[in-house]
């Protein structure tokens, strides 16, 4: 089995926020689907290549979404190794993203979260770029993307859907060598 998080902040005052990348990539992927709310969390789950798949958006906010992801870690008995974080990173210019095997929380409080509540750093991530932020952070990643912006992380969004379908059938390390 496999856990697909993506990261974000709930509400509707967050939803196209540079922080909710996350959110927006499962739901684009996904489509219109019917989420159920189990641990502070939103989830759906489908079979993918023949493995049972479970996309995740947290509801616990940002700093907290190491709960979410440790509840439901322990409770469908699914192993590290099968563990996949979408998540915003000011470290990459918008347009650009990294699948990185594993990693220290580079700053991020939704990873260091995660890191806290699994007791380790070895889960696979794809850092999605959202630019550094000129002035104060928390505004920048809690502001919303202008249209520009939002454009070029619509055809982001289309290469990480192919990334995703990939993800599900091709070993990490060949994952990582054809879009790093």
């Known amino acids: 089995m496999k856990l697909i998080v993506g990261l974000g902040n709930p509400g509707k005052e967050y939803q196209n926020t ?7 990539v ?13 641990y502070s969390a939103l989830y759906f789950m489908q079979v993918m290549n023949g493995e049972k798949v479970i996309f995740m958006k947290p509801q616990t906010y940002m700093n907290d979404s190491g709960r979410a992801v440790r509840h439901f870690v322990n409770y469908f008995k699914i192993n590290v190794e099968d563990i996949l974080i979408l998540h915003d990173d000011m470290d990459f ?13 580079a700053g991020h409080n939704g990873i260091k ?4 509540n699994l007791g380790t750093e070895d889960f696979k991530r794809i850092r999605i770029g959202i630019s550094k932020a000129e002035n104060d952070t928390i505004d920048y990643v809690l502001g ?11 055809e982001v969004i289309d290469q990480l859907k192919n990334v995703l379908d990939d993800y599900f059938l091709m070993d990490f390390d060949k994952l990582m060598n054809k879009y790093n």
């Open 18 to 24: 540079r922080h909710n990348i996350g959110f927006k």
């Open 26 to 38: 499962i739901d684009e992927y996904l489509g219109h689907v019917y989420f159920k709310e189990k």
């Open 93 to 105: 210019d918008i347009g650009k993203f990294k699948i990185k095997q594993s990693g220290s929380s």
């Open 113 to 116: 979260s995660i890191i806290e």
């Open 144 to 154: 919303d993307f202008n249209q520009d912006e939002m454009k070029e992380m619509s």
